[in-house]
Each structure stands twice: as C-alpha cells, then as structure tokens.
C-alpha cells in the first residue's frame, strides 16, 4: 500500500493505492491521520480510487480513523470508492456512518459547511 498527501485549500487529501488489510498497511493508515492531526489538520479526505482490496482490519482501521479525527473535532471524508469498496461498506452498512463523496471538488466544498462559524 502506498500513501501520499497533498492539500487542496485548507483540506487535507490521502491519496491511497493498493489494498488496507491486517499488518503494515494498516499501521501506516493509522499512522499517517495520527500525524495529520498532530500537525493541524482537521479536514481530511481518504481518497480510495486506487484501493482495489481492504479486508476486515482495514475496515477496522476506517472506524478507527473516522472516530480518531471526530474525537479530535474533525470531519474525516472517503472519495471516490471503487465498485469493490462501495460494495464493502454496503454490504456491512458502514455507508451510512461515511460521508461519501464522488467529486473531490464536491468533497473539498463540503467542509465550507461544516466548519462555517
């Protein structure tokens, strides 16, 4: 698995390729929003377009973060999930807990809302 971060505006992106299962790749997840908010960054999207695979630590590991970063008063957002992956958090009604988004520009603006003061 591969991460990289950029930023688009005052949003953090993680850009991710590759499969998030039990191990290294799961740490890294972990480790790279554990940074993120120690540096700031509260708007943060895990953008998935290249993750073919997450198995149920993965999925564990997405729990994790989005409850990391709310507890932290942030609002963490998935982008762009493959037919796999979607189909994943379907299956096991996880869709409902994620603010999905299919546009980054979409995603990017939807944090305009939530943090308006």
């Known amino acids: 698995m591969k991460i990289s971060t950029r930023k688009v505006e005052d949003v953090t992106l993680v850009d991710i390729s590759g499969h998030i299962v039990l191990g290294p790749e799961t ?63 379907l299956v096991t009604k996880l869709y409902t807990i994620f603010d999905v988004k299919e546009s980054e520009y979409l995603a990017v603006k939807s944090f305009d809302w939530f943090f308006a003061k």
Do not use: C, M, P, W
């Open 27 to 89: 740490g890294l997840l972990r480790r790279t929003v554990h940074d993120l908010l120690g540096q700031g960054d509260k708007k943060i999207i895990l953008n998935l377009a290249e993750v073919s695979y997450i198995d149920s630590s993965g999925l564990g590991e997405l729990i994790a973060s989005y409850t990391t970063v709310r507890n932290q008063g942030g609002q963490l957002k998935l982008l762009n999930l493959t037919k796999k992956v979607q189909d994943l958090l």
